[in-house]
């Protein structure tokens, strides 16, 4: 069974930074686009940012310039640098992959179980 599982989310006071990760475990064979998505309590899950497997990066307006998402393939681990944290940017962080080859089964619309992370003005 293919996971991901989300690490980093924290407390941190505005203006710091955080870097979530977020691995998948087991026999990968490849993955599609990966990306993070938020949820703020009271609104629906938004797009933070995608990467493709051959590296090329989507951000929503909110935190173009100051979030930066990687990855490694090698690893099947993506990265979301957070930098200049503003208190709008509290909300549980979602690692998504759009499609994983494991072994021989493929999985569609991935996510991961969410990681809390808290910006205090």
């Known amino acids: 069974q293919v996971q991901l599982v989300e690490s980093g989310g924290g407390l941190v006071q505005a203006g710091g930074f955080l870097r979530l990760s977020c691995a998948a475990s087991?026999?990968?064979?490849?993955?599609?686009?990966m990306g993070w998505y938020r949820q703020a309590p009271g609104k629906q899950r938004e797009l933070v940012a995608t990467?493709?497997?051959?590296?090329?990066?989507t951000y929503a307006d909110s935190v173009e310039g100051r979030f930066t998402i990687s990855r490694n393939n090698a690893k099947n681990t993506v990265y979301l640098q957070m930098n200049s944290l503003k208190p709008e940017d509290t909300a549980v962080y979602y690692c998504?992959?759009?499609?994983?080859?494991?072994?021989?089964?493929?999985?569609?619309?991935?996510w991961g179980q969410g990681t809390l992370v808290t910006v205090s003005s």
């Open positions: 998504n992959a759009d499609k994983i080859v494991y072994m021989i089964t493929t999985y569609l619309a991935v």
């Open positions: 087991g026999r990968i064979s490849s993955i599609n686009t």
């Open positions: 990467i493709t497997s051959g590296g090329a990066t």
